[in-house]
């Protein structure tokens, strides 16, 4: 097995660090009901030294299969971003709250100065993954009777039903 990819921060001076790495993820592992595939995440980007710690700008880019959450299809899904982080030693946490403000959420803690990549990448992937993904903005969803997908048929229930008359009255206080 390969190491884990990982960026040596110490070894950055004036230069910034290069870093271009194929990360792979399981579905397991992202744990999230509506994805149910996903290949390797790219990440490439650089990381420099800035006062105190280190600052990180990368592009993400992914691909996976996501659940529609109406019709339950599973449909292709891919993802592509430019982030940038401030990576800061754990230690000085105390300090850079001083200083910081405290919803910094591009902010990244670390406890030694090889900092893996991988949880780094899936935090990105969790943010991007929909709450509720649709195979398409009109998706038209199962009927809630029957089942069937009503994009591919149309069926005949009669989801709500309305005594006409009713309707009729409806109508009439409306005009
Ligand atoms: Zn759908
Ligand atoms: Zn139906």
């Known amino acids: 097995m390969k190491p884990d990819p990982n960026l040596s921060l110490e070894a950055i001076v004036d230069e910034p660090l290069r870093f271009d790495f194929e990360v792979p993820f399981t579905v397991d592992e992202l744990a999230r009901e509506q994805l149910v595939g996903i290949s390797p995440a790219q990440i490439a980007g650089e990381?420099?030294?800035?006062?105190?710690?280190?600052?990180?700008?990368a592009r993400l880019s992914w691909a996976g299969k996501l659940e529609c959450s109406r019709c339950l299809a599973s449909y292709d899904f891919s993802y592509e971003e430019?982030?940038?982080?401030?990576?800061?030693p754990r230690k000085t946490i105390a300090e850079a709250e001083l200083s910081l403000d405290k919803d910094d959420l591009?902010?990244?803690?670390y406890d030694e100065p090889i900092v893996p990549i991988a949880p780094i990448v899936e935090e990105r992937i969790q943010i991007a993954i929909p709450?509720?993904?649709?195979?398409?903005?009109?998706?038209?969803?199962?009927?809630?009777?029957?089942?069937?997908?009503?994009?591919?048929?149309?069926?005949?229930?009669?989801?709500?039903?309305?005594?006409?008359?009713?309707?009729?009255?409806?109508?009439?206080?409306?005009?």
């Open 106 to 109: 591009d902010a990244y803690y």
């Open 131 to 175: 709450m509720k993904p649709l195979c398409r903005e009109d998706c038209r969803g199962l009927c809630p009777q029957c089942g069937s997908d009503r994009n591919v048929s149309e069926c005949n229930c009669v989801v709500e039903f309305i005594d006409p008359r009713w309707r009729a009255l409806q109508l009439l206080k409306k005009g």
């Open 47 to 57: 990381v420099a030294r800035v006062e105190g710690g280190f600052s990180l700008s």
């Open 82 to 88: 430019d982030f940038s982080l401030v990576l800061y």
